[in-house]
T-cell receptor, first 115, second 115 residues
Framework: DGGITQSPKYLFRKEGQNVTLSCEQN?????MYWYRQDPGQGLRLIYY???????QKGDIAEGYSVSREKKESFPLTVTSAQKNPTAFYLC??????????????FGNGTRLTVT | AQTVTQSQPEMSVQEAETVTLSCTYD???????LFWYKQPPSRQMILVIR??????QNATENRFSVNFQKAAKSFSLKISDSQLGDAAMYFC????????????FGAGTRLFVKA
């Protein structure tokens, strides 16, 4: 079955360390996205990518970085510059980013805790 | 900039009854899509229903239906014959048609279903 795999499910890091969250999809979707979810704030867009080797900043990109070297993969690095990194992170994909009716397909998320 | 507002942080419904979740949005665009996503305790976000702004007919998916009032910029979700499995966070979302790379989410409504 096709889907989006995020790993790990839970991640713990010390403050000052960079950490990379994995996101892999086998849906053959062109567009991929990273969202951050905090209680009471819904989902906020961190980065998105329409095609391989191209990505754009979302609303809250500061302190994060991404790469899109393969269509299937869109890893997110949370750097030490992110002031409040503890959150739930969701990866998503869609058939075509520019097609408004293409819904988002989500992974199961990664809960990152930084102490 | 577009915004999505869900004014009900929590709602509860008796099993087999009907409940309506509210959503309003703000946009200057005339063409867009609206979505309702469900996030159960497993945290896996799934699409519940979608509505195209140029269609006047309200979308329905089995027990789920929407009341789309374009002039009022309102997009409520009605769940009929509520089931225990409907308990979840529900997010209303907006997406532009031209260049629709960005989906904007509301803060969510947590729905409790009482047996």
């Amino acid at each position: 079955d096709g889907g989006i795999t995020q790993s790990p499910k839970y991640l713990f890091r010390k403050e000052g360390q960079n950490v990379t969250l994995s996101c892999e999809q086998n849906l053959n979707h062109d567009a991929m996205y990273w969202y951050r979810q905090d209680p009471g704030q819904g989902l906020r867009l961190i980065y998105y990518s329409q095609i391989v080797n191209d990505f754009q900043k979302g609303d809250i990109a500061e302190g994060y970085s991404v790469s899109r070297e393969k269509k299937e993969s869109f890893p997110l690095t949370v750097t030490s510059a992110q002031k409040n990194p503890t959150a739930f992170y969701l990866c998503a994909s869609s058939v075509r980013g520019g097609s408004g009716n293409s819904p988002l397909h989500f992974g199961n998320g990664t809960r990152l805790t930084v102490t | 900039a577009q915004t999505v507002t869900q004014s009900q942080p929590e709602m509860s419904v008796q099993e087999a009854e009907t409940v309506t979740l509210s959503c309003t949005y703000d946009t200057s665009e005339s063409d867009y899509y609206l979505f309702w996503y469900k996030q159960p305790p497993s945290r896996q976000m799934i699409l519940v229903i979608r509505q195209e702004a140029y269609k006047q007919q309200n979308a329905t998916e089995n027990r789920f239906s929407v009341n789309f009032q374009k002039a009022a910029k309102s997009f409520s979700l009605k769940i009929s014959d509520s089931q225990l499995g409907d308990a979840a966070m529900y997010f209303c979302a907006y997406r532009s048609v031209p260049g629709g790379f960005k989906t904007i989410f509301g803060a969510g409504t947590r729905l409790f279903v009482k047996a």
